[in-house]
């Protein structure tokens, strides 16, 4: 899971400014990646508050594994 999470950031970090770049002006494309930088960051933000804690409820952490 933590190999997904860092791969995506990677994807977003590369794909946002390609997609942006399609913008007519240097203005128009700085401020459609910075727009689309924002709304990964808060859903990503979410997903993390929201997503990960629900799939990783079932497994055993480090934490459970030292105290056994």
Known sequence: M???LLISILF???LIPLV????????SAVR???IAT?????I???GLLFVYPALTAGKPNMQDQGMQ
């Open 2 to 4: 933590q190999k997904a």
């Open 12 to 14: 977003a970090t590369v």
């Open 20 to 27: 942006a770049a399609r913008g007519g002006s240097v203005k």
């Open 32 to 34: 459609r990646s910075v």
């Open 38 to 42: 924002g709304v990964f960051c808060v």
């Open 44 to 46: 990503y933000w979410l």
